[in-house]
Protein backbone atom coordinates (compact mmCIF):
# COMPACT_ATOMS: atom_id res chain seq x y z
CA UNK A 1 0.00 0.00 0.00
CA UNK A 2 1.34 3.76 -0.21
CA UNK A 3 1.75 5.90 2.05
CA UNK A 4 -1.27 7.98 1.96
CA UNK A 5 -3.44 4.74 2.14
CA UNK A 6 -5.38 5.38 5.60
CA UNK A 7 -5.92 2.39 6.39
CA UNK A 8 -3.20 -0.08 6.85
CA UNK A 9 -3.33 -3.12 8.67
CA UNK A 10 -1.52 -6.08 9.40
CA UNK A 11 1.92 -5.00 11.10
CA UNK A 12 0.72 -3.53 14.34
CA UNK A 13 0.65 -4.91 17.74
CA UNK A 14 -2.01 -4.75 19.73
CA UNK A 15 -2.90 -5.84 22.92
CA UNK A 16 -0.31 -7.63 25.18
CA UNK A 17 2.51 -7.26 22.50
CA UNK A 18 0.13 -9.42 20.25
CA UNK A 19 -0.37 -8.80 16.61
CA UNK A 20 -3.61 -7.10 16.05
CA UNK A 21 -4.77 -7.56 12.15
CA UNK A 22 -7.86 -5.95 12.71
CA UNK A 23 -6.64 -2.35 13.47
CA UNK A 24 -7.28 -0.29 11.19
CA UNK A 25 -5.72 3.48 11.04
CA UNK A 26 -8.01 6.18 10.01
CA UNK A 27 -4.50 8.29 9.76
CA UNK A 28 -0.87 7.15 8.91
CA UNK A 29 2.68 9.25 8.01
CA UNK A 30 5.80 8.39 8.13
CA UNK A 31 8.61 9.75 10.21
CA UNK A 32 11.25 12.00 9.63
CA UNK A 33 13.82 9.59 7.45
CA UNK A 34 16.74 12.07 8.28
CA UNK A 35 18.75 9.51 10.90
CA UNK A 36 18.18 6.77 8.83
CA UNK A 37 19.87 8.79 5.80
CA UNK A 38 22.45 9.46 8.63
CA UNK A 39 22.85 5.78 9.24
CA UNK A 40 22.79 5.12 5.48
CA UNK A 41 25.56 7.70 5.08
CA UNK A 42 27.98 6.20 7.44
CA UNK A 43 27.33 2.32 6.07
CA UNK A 44 28.26 3.84 2.60
CA UNK A 45 31.27 5.34 3.84
CA UNK A 46 32.60 2.45 5.40
CA UNK A 47 31.53 0.63 2.45
CA UNK A 48 33.69 2.61 -0.02
CA UNK A 49 37.12 2.18 2.21
CA UNK A 50 36.31 -1.35 1.96
CA UNK A 51 36.95 -1.08 -1.70
CA UNK A 52 39.51 1.40 -1.64
CA UNK A 53 41.66 -1.48 0.78
CA UNK A 54 40.82 -3.92 -2.14
CA UNK A 55 38.19 -5.77 -0.05
CA UNK A 56 36.11 -5.21 -2.72
CA UNK A 57 33.22 -8.28 -1.65
CA UNK A 58 32.67 -7.31 1.56
CA UNK A 59 32.40 -3.63 0.76
CA UNK A 60 30.15 -4.32 -2.59
CA UNK A 61 27.89 -6.53 0.04
CA UNK A 62 28.00 -3.87 2.98
CA UNK A 63 26.46 -1.74 0.12
CA UNK A 64 23.86 -3.56 -1.44
CA UNK A 65 22.17 -4.38 1.93
CA UNK A 66 22.71 -1.02 3.37
CA UNK A 67 21.36 0.24 0.12
CA UNK A 68 18.03 -2.48 0.39
CA UNK A 69 17.65 -2.74 3.82
CA UNK A 70 17.40 0.86 5.49
CA UNK A 71 15.50 2.89 3.44
CA UNK A 72 13.08 -0.01 3.71
CA UNK A 73 13.35 0.51 7.74
CA UNK A 74 12.65 4.00 6.81
CA UNK A 75 9.44 3.61 5.24
CA UNK A 76 8.16 1.18 7.10
CA UNK A 77 8.75 3.63 10.28
CA UNK A 78 5.25 4.92 10.77
CA UNK A 79 3.05 6.95 13.40
CA UNK A 80 -0.56 5.74 12.51
CA UNK A 81 -3.94 6.68 14.60
CA UNK A 82 -6.55 4.81 14.70
CA UNK A 83 -8.97 7.16 16.61
CA UNK A 84 -7.94 6.59 20.28
CA UNK A 85 -4.48 5.74 19.88
CA UNK A 86 -1.40 7.12 17.83
CA UNK A 87 1.48 3.73 17.53
CA UNK A 88 4.77 4.13 16.44
CA UNK A 89 5.51 1.34 13.97
CA UNK A 90 8.37 -0.31 12.51
CA UNK A 91 11.39 -2.61 13.47
CA UNK A 92 13.83 -0.13 14.68
CA UNK A 93 11.52 1.62 17.16
CA UNK A 94 9.87 -1.86 18.28
CA UNK A 95 13.27 -2.89 18.95
CA UNK A 96 14.64 0.80 20.63
CA UNK A 97 11.06 0.88 22.69
CA UNK A 98 12.13 -2.65 24.17
CA UNK A 99 15.74 -2.04 25.20
CA UNK A 100 15.00 1.55 26.76
CA UNK A 101 11.19 0.68 27.97
CA UNK A 102 9.66 3.26 26.72
CA UNK A 103 6.27 3.36 25.15
CA UNK A 104 5.93 2.54 21.60
CA UNK A 105 1.81 4.05 21.28
CA UNK A 106 -0.11 7.08 23.09
CA UNK A 107 -3.95 7.43 24.31
CA UNK A 108 -5.16 10.91 23.14
CA UNK A 109 -6.54 11.79 27.20
CA UNK A 110 -2.44 10.41 28.12
CA UNK A 111 -1.16 14.02 25.20
CA UNK A 112 0.13 16.35 27.32
CA UNK A 113 2.34 18.99 24.91
CA UNK A 114 2.12 19.20 21.11
CA UNK A 115 4.43 21.68 19.65
CA UNK A 116 5.13 22.22 16.24
CA UNK A 117 8.35 23.94 14.42
CA UNK A 118 8.54 25.68 11.23
CA UNK A 119 11.60 25.52 8.86
CA UNK A 120 12.63 27.69 5.82
CA UNK A 121 13.60 24.76 3.78
CA UNK A 122 13.31 26.50 0.20
CA UNK A 123 13.03 30.36 -0.51
CA UNK A 124 11.62 31.20 -4.72
CA UNK A 125 11.42 34.72 -4.34
CA UNK A 126 8.88 35.84 -2.20
CA UNK A 127 7.36 32.34 -1.52
CA UNK A 128 8.90 30.17 1.07
CA UNK A 129 8.19 26.36 0.97
CA UNK A 130 7.98 25.55 4.55
CA UNK A 131 8.73 22.31 6.59
CA UNK A 132 6.59 21.34 9.59
CA UNK A 133 7.53 19.03 12.75
CA UNK A 134 4.82 18.63 14.94
CA UNK A 135 5.81 16.60 18.08
CA UNK A 136 3.34 14.84 20.38
CA UNK A 137 4.43 14.32 24.00
CA UNK A 138 3.04 12.37 26.94
CA UNK A 139 3.55 10.00 29.57
CA UNK A 140 7.58 10.01 28.69
CA UNK A 141 7.42 9.25 25.18
CA UNK A 142 7.28 11.41 22.19
CA UNK A 143 6.41 10.86 18.73
CA UNK A 144 7.33 13.34 16.06
CA UNK A 145 6.45 13.93 12.31
CA UNK A 146 7.27 16.51 9.74
CA UNK A 147 5.32 17.76 6.77
CA UNK A 148 5.81 16.59 2.90
CA UNK A 149 3.14 15.37 1.51
CA UNK A 150 -1.01 14.83 2.16
CA UNK A 151 -0.47 12.05 5.13
CA UNK A 152 0.59 14.68 7.11
CA UNK A 153 -1.95 16.75 6.55
CA UNK A 154 -4.24 14.30 7.16
CA UNK A 155 -2.92 13.48 10.55
CA UNK A 156 -2.84 16.98 11.30
CA UNK A 157 -6.73 17.16 10.45
CA UNK A 158 -8.23 14.46 12.29
CA UNK A 159 -5.75 14.32 15.36
CA UNK A 160 -4.92 17.94 16.29
CA UNK A 161 -8.97 18.91 16.69
CA UNK A 162 -9.35 16.26 18.83
CA UNK A 163 -6.90 17.63 21.73
CA UNK A 164 -8.05 20.74 24.16
CA UNK A 165 -6.43 24.39 22.92
CA UNK A 166 -4.35 23.95 26.35
CA UNK A 167 -2.62 21.15 24.67
CA UNK A 168 -1.58 23.00 21.53
CA UNK A 169 1.12 25.46 20.58
CA UNK A 170 0.02 28.66 18.61
CA UNK A 171 1.27 27.00 15.51
CA UNK A 172 -0.35 23.86 15.67
CA UNK A 173 -4.01 25.61 16.12
CA UNK A 174 -2.96 27.58 13.27
CA UNK A 175 -2.25 23.83 11.59
CA UNK A 176 -5.47 22.97 12.98
CA UNK A 177 -7.48 25.21 11.37
CA UNK A 178 -6.11 26.31 8.39
CA UNK A 179 -4.12 23.94 6.97
CA UNK A 180 -4.12 22.65 3.32
CA UNK A 181 -3.23 21.57 -0.10
CA UNK A 182 -0.87 24.36 -1.31
CA UNK A 183 -2.18 24.25 -5.04
CA UNK A 184 -5.60 24.23 -3.19
CA UNK A 185 -4.82 27.34 -1.67
CA UNK A 186 -3.54 28.69 -4.71
CA UNK A 187 -6.96 28.29 -6.75
CA UNK A 188 -8.30 29.56 -3.75
CA UNK A 189 -6.14 32.85 -4.55
CA UNK A 190 -7.33 32.98 -8.24
CA UNK A 191 -11.27 31.92 -7.69
CA UNK A 192 -10.84 35.29 -5.08
CA UNK A 193 -8.83 37.32 -7.87
CA UNK A 194 -5.51 37.52 -5.48
CA UNK A 195 -2.68 38.81 -8.15
CA UNK A 196 0.21 36.30 -8.69
CA UNK A 197 3.54 36.79 -6.45
CA UNK A 198 5.23 38.82 -9.67
CA UNK A 199 2.17 41.31 -10.29
CA UNK A 200 1.97 41.86 -6.35
CA UNK A 201 5.87 42.37 -6.30
CA UNK A 202 6.16 45.98 -7.09
CA UNK A 203 3.01 47.45 -5.45
CA UNK A 204 3.95 45.92 -2.04
CA UNK A 205 7.57 47.21 -2.33
CA UNK A 206 6.00 51.02 -2.76
CA UNK A 207 3.56 50.22 -0.16
CA UNK A 208 6.23 49.15 2.35
CA UNK A 209 8.18 53.06 1.43
CA UNK A 210 5.18 55.20 2.37
CA UNK A 211 4.00 55.58 5.79
CA UNK A 212 0.46 54.11 5.17
CA UNK A 213 -1.78 51.01 3.20
CA UNK A 214 -2.44 53.34 -0.39
CA UNK A 215 -5.82 52.82 -1.44
CA UNK A 216 -7.71 49.53 -2.67
CA UNK A 217 -9.51 49.96 -5.46
CA UNK A 218 -12.88 49.70 -6.05
CA UNK A 219 -12.99 45.87 -7.50
CA UNK A 220 -10.61 45.08 -4.44
CA UNK A 221 -12.88 46.58 -2.18
CA UNK A 222 -15.75 44.95 -3.54
CA UNK A 223 -14.34 41.28 -3.69
CA UNK A 224 -13.25 42.00 0.48
CA UNK A 225 -16.96 43.42 0.71
CA UNK A 226 -18.86 40.14 -0.25
CA UNK A 227 -16.15 37.42 1.58
CA UNK A 228 -14.21 38.69 4.38
CA UNK A 229 -14.18 35.71 6.41
CA UNK A 230 -13.45 34.03 3.74
CA UNK A 231 -10.70 36.28 2.42
CA UNK A 232 -9.09 35.51 6.32
CA UNK A 233 -9.11 31.92 5.82
CA UNK A 234 -7.53 32.24 2.00
CA UNK A 235 -5.00 34.77 3.92
CA UNK A 236 -3.85 32.13 6.85
CA UNK A 237 -4.26 29.15 3.77
CA UNK A 238 -1.68 31.16 1.82
CA UNK A 239 0.61 32.00 4.90
CA UNK A 240 0.97 28.65 5.73
CA UNK A 241 1.28 27.13 2.09
CA UNK A 242 4.42 30.00 1.79
CA UNK A 243 2.76 32.29 -0.40
CA UNK A 244 3.30 35.30 1.97
CA UNK A 245 2.68 38.10 -0.57
CA UNK A 246 -0.51 36.55 -1.70
CA UNK A 247 -1.34 36.40 1.65
CA UNK A 248 -0.79 39.81 2.58
CA UNK A 249 -2.78 41.05 -0.28
CA UNK A 250 -5.35 38.88 0.77
CA UNK A 251 -4.93 40.28 4.83
CA UNK A 252 -4.88 43.86 3.28
CA UNK A 253 -8.64 43.27 1.55
CA UNK A 254 -10.23 41.57 4.96
CA UNK A 255 -8.73 44.60 6.54
CA UNK A 256 -10.77 47.03 4.11
CA UNK A 257 -13.62 45.66 5.19
CA UNK A 258 -12.72 45.11 9.17
CA UNK A 259 -10.08 47.54 9.96
CA UNK A 260 -10.88 47.10 13.12
CA UNK A 261 -10.73 43.26 13.61
CA UNK A 262 -8.06 42.57 16.51
CA UNK A 263 -7.82 38.90 15.04
CA UNK A 264 -7.14 39.98 11.53
CA UNK A 265 -4.55 42.30 12.77
CA UNK A 266 -2.35 40.02 14.41
CA UNK A 267 -2.60 37.18 11.86
CA UNK A 268 -1.72 40.09 9.47
CA UNK A 269 1.58 41.07 11.72
CA UNK A 270 2.22 37.49 12.15
CA UNK A 271 2.94 36.89 8.23
CA UNK A 272 4.17 40.40 7.96
CA UNK A 273 6.92 38.67 10.82
CA UNK A 274 7.04 35.66 8.71
CA UNK A 275 8.10 37.76 5.53
CA UNK A 276 10.63 39.52 7.54
CA UNK A 277 11.92 36.58 8.56
CA UNK A 278 12.27 35.28 5.24
CA UNK A 279 13.70 38.77 3.77
CA UNK A 280 15.74 39.75 6.67
CA UNK A 281 14.02 42.62 6.63
CA UNK A 282 14.53 44.92 9.67
CA UNK A 283 12.18 47.31 9.30
CA UNK A 284 9.11 44.63 8.25
CA UNK A 285 9.92 42.61 11.67
CA UNK A 286 9.41 45.99 13.35
CA UNK A 287 5.83 47.05 11.32
CA UNK A 288 5.00 43.22 12.02
CA UNK A 289 5.32 43.95 16.10
CA UNK A 290 3.89 47.40 15.52
CA UNK A 291 0.06 45.37 13.77
CA UNK A 292 0.61 42.96 16.99
CA UNK A 293 0.36 45.80 19.22
CA UNK A 294 -2.44 47.27 17.29
CA UNK A 295 -3.94 43.91 17.67
CA UNK A 296 -3.49 44.04 21.67
CA UNK A 297 -5.04 47.46 22.44
CA UNK A 298 -8.07 47.00 20.37
CA UNK A 299 -8.30 42.81 21.90
CA UNK A 300 -10.13 44.58 25.10
CA UNK A 301 -11.12 41.42 27.21
CA UNK A 302 -10.67 38.48 24.79
CA UNK A 303 -8.51 36.54 26.98
CA UNK A 304 -8.36 33.86 24.12
CA UNK A 305 -6.66 36.44 21.84
CA UNK A 306 -4.47 38.12 24.96
CA UNK A 307 -2.83 34.75 24.99
CA UNK A 308 -2.50 34.41 21.19
CA UNK A 309 -0.71 37.46 21.19
CA UNK A 310 1.40 37.11 24.13
CA UNK A 311 2.52 33.81 22.47
CA UNK A 312 3.40 36.13 19.13
CA UNK A 313 5.32 37.86 20.90
CA UNK A 314 7.42 35.45 22.56
CA UNK A 315 7.93 33.50 18.85
CA UNK A 316 8.88 37.36 17.70
CA UNK A 317 11.32 37.71 20.14
CA UNK A 318 9.48 40.38 22.04
CA UNK A 319 9.59 38.84 25.98
CA UNK A 320 9.13 41.64 27.63
CA UNK A 321 5.81 42.54 25.88
CA UNK A 322 4.77 39.04 26.19
CA UNK A 323 5.52 38.66 29.94
CA UNK A 324 3.36 41.90 30.11
CA UNK A 325 0.36 40.88 27.84
CA UNK A 326 0.23 37.17 30.22
CA UNK A 327 0.31 39.67 33.40
CA UNK A 328 -2.16 41.65 32.16
CA UNK A 329 -4.55 38.51 31.38
CA UNK A 330 -4.10 37.10 34.41
CA UNK A 331 -4.43 40.00 36.73
CA UNK A 332 -7.59 41.28 35.15
CA UNK A 333 -9.33 38.55 33.14
CA UNK A 334 -8.58 35.51 35.31
CA UNK A 335 -5.57 33.01 35.47
CA UNK A 336 -5.90 30.62 33.07
CA UNK A 337 -3.86 27.52 32.13
CA UNK A 338 -2.01 28.86 29.06
CA UNK A 339 -1.78 32.28 30.65
CA UNK A 340 0.44 30.89 34.17
CA UNK A 341 1.93 28.54 31.40
CA UNK A 342 3.27 31.46 30.00
CA UNK A 343 4.18 33.44 32.94
CA UNK A 344 6.16 30.45 33.90
CA UNK A 345 8.54 30.42 30.21
CA UNK A 346 9.29 34.01 31.11
CA UNK A 347 10.21 33.77 34.31
CA UNK A 348 12.37 31.04 33.18
CA UNK A 349 13.87 33.43 30.43
CA UNK A 350 14.81 35.39 33.56
CA UNK A 351 15.79 33.19 35.89
CA UNK A 352 13.28 33.32 38.51
CA UNK A 353 13.10 29.86 39.74
CA UNK A 354 11.22 30.36 42.22
CA UNK A 355 8.33 32.35 40.12
CA UNK A 356 8.69 29.34 38.15
CA UNK A 357 7.99 26.58 40.49
CA UNK A 358 4.96 29.18 41.21
CA UNK A 359 3.50 29.35 38.23
CA UNK A 360 3.78 25.79 37.21
CA UNK A 361 1.92 24.83 40.68
CA UNK A 362 -0.75 27.15 39.37
CA UNK A 363 -1.07 25.83 36.34
CA UNK A 364 -1.42 22.44 37.81
CA UNK A 365 -4.36 23.82 39.89
CA UNK A 366 -5.73 25.05 36.66
CA UNK A 367 -5.57 22.24 34.79
CA UNK A 368 -8.72 20.76 33.08
CA UNK A 369 -7.11 17.06 32.27
CA UNK A 370 -5.30 14.53 33.84
CA UNK A 371 -2.86 14.90 31.31
CA UNK A 372 -2.48 18.36 31.77
CA UNK A 373 -1.98 18.58 35.62
CA UNK A 374 0.59 15.71 35.05
CA UNK A 375 2.46 17.31 32.93
CA UNK A 376 2.28 20.88 35.20
CA UNK A 377 2.95 19.05 38.23
CA UNK A 378 6.02 17.10 36.66
CA UNK A 379 7.62 20.76 35.79
CA UNK A 380 6.67 21.95 38.78
CA UNK A 381 8.46 19.16 40.53
CA UNK A 382 11.75 19.21 38.09
CA UNK A 383 12.20 23.00 38.99
CA UNK A 384 11.64 22.50 42.94
CA UNK A 385 14.76 20.32 42.62
CA UNK A 386 16.83 22.29 40.94
CA UNK A 387 15.93 24.78 43.23
CA UNK A 388 16.46 22.64 46.36
CA UNK A 389 19.68 20.72 45.46
CA UNK A 390 22.60 22.27 44.54
CA UNK A 391 24.49 18.85 43.04
CA UNK A 392 21.08 18.74 40.51
CA UNK A 393 21.33 21.60 39.21
CA UNK A 394 24.72 21.62 38.55
CA UNK A 395 24.43 18.02 36.61
CA UNK A 396 21.22 19.28 34.86
CA UNK A 397 23.50 22.83 34.06
CA UNK A 398 26.39 20.71 32.82
CA UNK A 399 23.70 18.40 30.57
CA UNK A 400 22.94 21.04 28.97
CA UNK A 401 26.27 22.56 28.24
CA UNK A 402 27.30 19.54 27.16
CA UNK A 403 24.50 19.22 24.43
CA UNK A 404 25.19 22.61 22.96
CA UNK A 405 29.20 21.71 22.92
CA UNK A 406 27.80 18.68 20.61
CA UNK A 407 25.35 20.58 18.49
CA UNK A 408 28.58 22.78 17.99
CA UNK A 409 31.13 20.39 17.26
CA UNK A 410 29.00 18.18 14.77
CA UNK A 411 28.89 21.03 12.72
CA UNK A 412 32.79 21.10 12.87
CA UNK A 413 33.00 17.55 12.38
CA UNK A 414 31.01 17.30 9.23
CA UNK A 415 32.98 19.91 7.76
CA UNK A 416 36.60 18.06 8.49
CA UNK A 417 34.31 15.22 6.30
CA UNK A 418 33.78 17.28 3.73
CA UNK A 419 37.58 18.73 4.05
CA UNK A 420 38.57 15.28 3.57
CA UNK A 421 36.11 14.39 0.08
CA UNK A 422 38.21 16.24 -2.01
CA UNK A 423 41.59 14.88 -1.02
CA UNK A 424 40.39 11.33 -1.69
CA UNK A 425 39.29 12.01 -4.52
CA UNK A 426 42.61 13.91 -6.25
CA UNK A 427 44.44 11.37 -4.39
CA UNK A 428 42.73 8.05 -6.08
CA UNK A 429 42.31 10.17 -9.54
CA UNK A 430 45.98 10.70 -9.98
CA UNK A 431 47.28 8.00 -8.08
CA UNK A 432 48.89 9.86 -4.94
CA UNK A 433 47.76 7.29 -2.55
CA UNK A 434 49.41 9.28 0.37
CA UNK A 435 46.96 12.21 -0.50
CA UNK A 436 44.22 9.81 -0.66
CA UNK A 437 44.98 7.48 2.97
CA UNK A 438 45.37 11.16 4.20
CA UNK A 439 42.00 12.13 3.42
CA UNK A 440 40.09 8.85 4.06
CA UNK A 441 42.34 9.04 7.87
CA UNK A 442 40.22 12.98 8.21
CA UNK A 443 37.06 11.60 7.10
CA UNK A 444 36.70 8.60 9.11
CA UNK A 445 37.76 10.05 12.33
CA UNK A 446 35.19 12.79 11.58
CA UNK A 447 32.63 10.66 10.68
CA UNK A 448 33.72 8.43 14.16
CA UNK A 449 33.11 11.41 16.06
CA UNK A 450 30.28 12.88 14.07
CA UNK A 451 28.22 9.52 14.94
CA UNK A 452 29.66 9.29 18.27
CA UNK A 453 27.74 12.70 19.13
CA UNK A 454 25.03 12.13 17.62
CA UNK A 455 24.23 9.22 19.60
CA UNK A 456 25.61 10.98 23.27
CA UNK A 457 23.23 13.77 22.01
CA UNK A 458 20.24 11.36 22.05
CA UNK A 459 20.95 9.77 24.99
CA UNK A 460 21.53 12.94 26.50
CA UNK A 461 18.12 14.55 25.57
CA UNK A 462 16.44 13.49 28.39
CA UNK A 463 16.37 15.24 31.98
CA UNK A 464 18.26 13.29 34.38
CA UNK A 465 15.95 11.43 36.77
CA UNK A 466 16.17 11.84 40.34
CA UNK A 467 18.33 9.26 42.09
CA UNK A 468 21.12 8.96 39.37
CA UNK A 469 23.11 11.79 40.58
CA UNK A 470 24.57 10.14 43.86
Known sequence: MSQEDPKITGDQKGKGGKRDPNRKYIAITRVSPGSYMSVLFVVSFA?????????????????????????????????????????????IPGIWARLMKTRDRLRIGDIEQVETQAVRALKRGRNVKYRFSTSVRGKGTQFTFASGGESYRQIVKIL????????????????????????????????????????????????????????????????????????????????????????????????????????????????????????KDVRLERRSLALMRLAEQRAGRDSELLIRVGESYFQAGDWRRAGRVFRKVSDTLGETFR???????????????AHVIHQFSAADRLADSTALRRWARGEANYFSRLND???????????????DRLERHQKTSLRAVLFGFPLIFLGVLGDQYTMANVGWAISAIAIGFWFGMVLMQKFLSSRIPPGMEV
Open 47 to 91: AAFLIYVERDDAGILLFVVSILLIPLLAFTDRIGFDGKRLYRTGL
Open 160 to 279: LPLLRDDVLDSRSMELRDYLTDPREALQNAEASKIPSPDVLETSFSRSMRQKQRPRPSGEEIETSSANPVHLRQLANQLRLSGFLLQAMEAFRRALVVEPQNPWLLLECGRCLHSLAGSE
Open 339 to 353: SVRGMAEMALREGKI
Open 389 to 403: DEEYLELEISRMNLI
